[in-house]
């Protein structure tokens, strides 16, 4: 290693450092995660490139890519800058046939499309992934394709489909050398672990879902991959201990984050780790500071706030803007929410939207409040039954049922109530369970 490292940043021009970081056997700078130190170099080497003409396309190729891949990484992935980088790299492997490239600039546009809220866009990515993939000899291409369709089915709330390919992933992939690693990153096992634990964790399955988030976490640290331990952490498992309602495992997976995001230069995850702080914070009870550190993350994040990052923190924020009185502005976020949700598509947390705009609706005890709010956890339930998130109802039923409890209903409220609970078969221990089983067993 030592020999590498001075070989990489030997005295030459930055043109060659720029291509020593991107075509050594095992990029450097994802060995030792100088991603900023990648983007810096390879963007001069870019500028020193002869022109058009003249210029060594291949060495351009990998260059962009190189490019694309650092910018996720040091900046955002839905930045104009990081699509036009893969862009370019894939035009030019479309041009010399390098099937190679052509997979993983595929990968970049659709990570780069998924960030920017447009599931439909990315799903034609990793179907055009999927089938170049079919002709390649290494199996794990395809489980790659599989892994990019779970992902984009889960934010387009087909659970099911998702489940299954991640699913896939999980029980074929092999990491037999580091050439995905270079390719695709972040490693591919560790982020369908990721989103097969938030599928988990939405069709009911509380306990599965927190173990598979602590391998994907286990995956990441195996894989020595900085970025894929920032995915398991932002994504899997801080998410799910919160809303687990284990406060004290978020906070532990939140600090690592921050921590490991600091400590590399990585923006775009320490965004996210402040906003996940934000939320700690609030359900700690201190909602003024909770919201500061919130907005803050938010401010963070830029342009970066989209897809299911920014639809999961509005949710959080609408719902700490009830609890501190600024119930109006709690609507406007949750009307928000919805509306994006609604017109990108990004339809897996539209259940628990739908709840919290009616939880805001009678806390803020208008005229017409109750039925207002009963008709929109109607439509809670309605999503969640069809989507198959028992979570998200189970809250919409909690939600529905401490109404009709208030309005004297209580043998209807235990009707509601009860057949959603006796459907789950594990998490009796976790925040929603609990409070569910003794919503029932205070009622005759």
């Known amino acids: 290693m030592r020999a590498a490292l001075d070989w990489t940043f030997s005295p030459a021009g930055d043109e060659s ?18 991603f900023d130190e990648c983007r810096t170099r390879v963007e001069r080497a870019l500028a020193a490139l002869p022109s058009e003409a003249d210029r060594d396309t291949r060495q351009e190729m990998k260059l ?29 492997a479309e041009g010399l046939d390098d099937a190679d490239y052509r997979l993983r600039s595929l990968w970049g546009l659709w990570y780069f499309h998924i960030s920017n809220s447009r599931p ?20 794990n291409d395809g489980l790659i394709g599989d892994r990019m369709i779970g992902v984009t089915q889960h934010t387009l709330a087909d659970l099911p489909s998702g489940r299954c390919h991640l699913e896939r992933v999980v029980a074929g992939y092999v990491a037999s050398d580091s050439r995905h690693i270079i390719c695709l990153q972040p490693d591919p096992l560790t982020t369908a672990r990721v989103f097969l634990a938030r599928i988990l964790w939405l069709q009911g399955f509380p306990e599965a879902a927190m173990r598979e988030a602590e391998n994907s976490i286990a995956d990441a640290r195996a894989a020595s991959d900085v970025v894929s331990l920032c995915h398991a952490l932002a994504l899997a498992a801080g998410p799910i201990a919160l809303w687990t309602g284990d406060l004290a495992s978020a906070e532990n997976h939140i600090g690592m984050l921050l921590d490991h995001s600091t400590r590399h230069s990585l923006a775009y995850w320490h965004a996210l780790g402040s906003s996940h702080q934000g939320v700690i914070v609030i359900r700690r009870g201190d909602v003024a500071r909770g919201l500061r550190l919130l907005r803050g993350g938010f401010d963070e994040l830029g342009e970066a706030n989209t897809a299911f990052r920014l639809l999961t923190f509005l949710s959080e924020k609408a719902e700490a803007l009830g609890r501190g009185g600024q119930i109006a ?7 928000e929410a919805i509306a994006r949700s609604e017109r990108t598509e990004e339809r897996w947390p539209i259940a628990e939207f739908l709840r919290i705009k009616g939880e805001l609706i009678l806390l803020q005890a208008g005229p017409g409040a109750a039925p207002a709010a009963k008709n929109l956890f109607r439509q809670a339930l309605d999503w969640a039954s069809r989507q198959g998130t028992l979570s998200w109802e189970l809250r919409a039923a909690m939600s529905l049922a401490r109404l009709l409890r208030d309005r004297g209903s209580l ?13 789950f078969t594990e998490g009796f221990d976790t925040a929603d369970l609990r409070t569910a089983k003794a919503f029932l067993d205070a009622l005759p």
């Open 64 to 92: 962009q890519a190189a490019l694309g891949g650092s910018l996720v990484c040091t900046r955002s992935p839905t930045e104009p800058e990081t699509g036009a980088a893969w862009t370019k790299a894939l035009e030019i």
């Open 411 to 423: 043998v209807d409220a235990k009707a509601l109530l009860q057949p959603v609970y006796h459907r």
């Open 120 to 139: 439909r866009v990315a799903l034609a990515m990793a179907e055009t992934f999927c089938a170049l993939a079919t002709n390649r000899p290494d199996p």
């Open 329 to 335: 502005d709690g609507l406007l976020t949750i009307d």
């Open 17 to 34: 450092i720029g291509v020593a970081l991107t075509t050594s056997a095992v990029p450097l700078w994802m060995q030792l995660s100088l």
